[in-house]
């Protein structure tokens, strides 16, 4: 018996122990993930010189990232259901490994974008994979934290892999920045391999924590103001996520004329915020639920406040001159709507049961991600056709800013959990009455 008791702890505090490992190895797929996006911006001006490409070209190809994003978000998230996390995370790094192999030496436009276009059906189900294995390792009222941490790790991408990457670039060349991409995802594959397996105690505890969320139809689900609502947000947030990727660095050096190796580091700045914030934010939500603050309010109003408030820093820093306060601007623009991510993947695991979450969840990226393909083309073309490059950056922004603060506003209320629980439990609850009446 003292033995038995004994024991019991010491399996949970193993348990909890190797749930915040996967944690961990998750943001580290994440920061790759990010990394890979966000090379092509911080050598832009490289790119653009050595391929004599114009920015519209370079939109384009900024832009070909996302053109099958969507479809890889949908198709590689419902294999989630039937295939293990370990597998088909290990494979989509190895994939991305892939398209970073033929840019180690000279390319053309066409095998660059065609990368990318790799590239971008490969991360697409990132985001949502990596958070949909976190939620399976945490009962739902202590998610917060560690979907921040998985956040957090894509804002750390760029923190703490663009000045080892410019100085690459300027040191080298771009085409080493890929090669150092490219050894990075294989070591972490291989560890994902290795450490990245359910196990049975996980899996039973997670299942166990989740008593609101039922198993509905996805029809049912998709017609929830949460999702819609989260949807909408996500997408909205996107716009300044993408922007932050494709085209800030090339803005700070060729729209504000700072250096290479001044723009890698001040590149930074929005990335660690958004790292900090993505933490901070799933905290905050956490800690209001545990005084008792309802969800609608700890989950939805907290992903629109952020998002608004990225929206209206947009608009901000297009009105203000270079200098300290443009770059405060910048930093709350390109950092508190990824903050938001956490918060809003929160509200969709406390709705959608964990067989449909991998599903769902690729649906809402794949629907973000759409803004990812507008977005670098939108800024491209006011930049291509302004009188100058300072107004075409200036006119770009605003318009987005906008957009992204009207949005948040009418998104942020259609997010409510509790009714939308009740409303599938009541759902679940019909559909059993009517079965028991039809024996």
Request: proline share 3%.
């Amino acid at each position: 018996m003292t033995q038995t008791m004994s024991a019991a702890p010491t399996t949970a505090s193993a348990t909890k122990t190797g749930a915040w490992f996967v944690t961990v190895l998750l943001a580290l797929f994440m920061l790759i993930n990010y990394a890979d996006k966000a090379v092509l911006g911080l050598a832009g001006k490289n790119i653009l010189k050595d391929l004599g490409i114009t920015a519209q070209q370079f939109g384009v190809i900024q832009s070909a990232f996302f053109w099958l994003f969507f479809a890889g978000a949908i198709l590689l998230g419902m294999l989630s259901a039937k295939i293990g996390l370990r597998w088909l995370l290990a494979v989509l790094m190895l994939v991305w490994v892939g398209t970073m192999v033929p840019l180690l030496g000279t390319v053309s436009f066409t095998v660059l974008m065609l990368c990318r276009l790799t590239l971008g059906f490969a991360e697409g189900p990132a985001y949502a994979l990596a958070n949909h294995a976190a939620c399976s390792r945490f009962p739902a009222d202590k998610r917060g934290l560690p979907l921040g941490i998985v956040s957090a790790g894509a804002s750390l991408g760029p923190v703490l892999t663009a000045p080892v990457l410019t100085w690459v670039i300027v040191r080298w060349s771009w085409h080493a920045a890929f090669a150092v991409l490219a050894v990075a995802g294989m070591i972490w594959a291989v560890l994902w391999l290795v450490f990245g397996k359910d196990t049975p105690a996980e899996s039973a505890a997670a299942r166990g924590a989740e008593p609101e969320a039922v198993e509905v139809p996805l029809t049912a689900l998709i017609k929830s103001g949460t999702l819609i609502g989260v949807a909408l947000l996500m997408f909205f947030g996107y716009w300044s996520t993408t922007l932050k990727v494709a085209w800030l660095p090339l803005y700070l050096s060729d729209g504000l004329g700072y250096s290479t190796l001044a723009t890698g580091r001040l590149v930074m700045i929005p990335y660690a915020v958004a790292a900090i914030g993505s933490i901070s934010a799933g905290a905050l939500s956490t800690r209001l639920l545990a005084k008792g603050v309802s969800r609608r309010v700890a989950r939805g109003y907290l992903t629109g406040v952020l998002v608004l408030a990225s929206g209206i820093a947009m608009c901000g820093f297009t009105l203000v001159g270079r200098g300290m306060l443009q770059m405060v601007l910048i930093t709350l623009a390109f950092s508190l709507n990824t903050a938001s991510y956490a918060v809003a993947v929160t509200a969709v695991a406390d709705v959608v049961h964990p067989r449909k979450r991998g599903t769902v969840m690729g649906g809402l990226v794949a629907v973000s991600s759409i803004a990812g393909v507008i977005s670098p083309l939108v800024l491209g073309y006011f930049v291509g056709h302004a009188a100058n490059k300072v107004a075409g950056y200036s006119q770009g922004f605003a318009l987005v800013g906008v957009l992204i603060a009207v949005g948040s506003v009418f998104a942020t209320f259609m997010v409510h959990p509790e009714r939308d629980l009740a409303k599938l439990r009541a759902r679940v609850q019909d559909s059993a009455r009517v079965q028991e009446c039809a024996r």
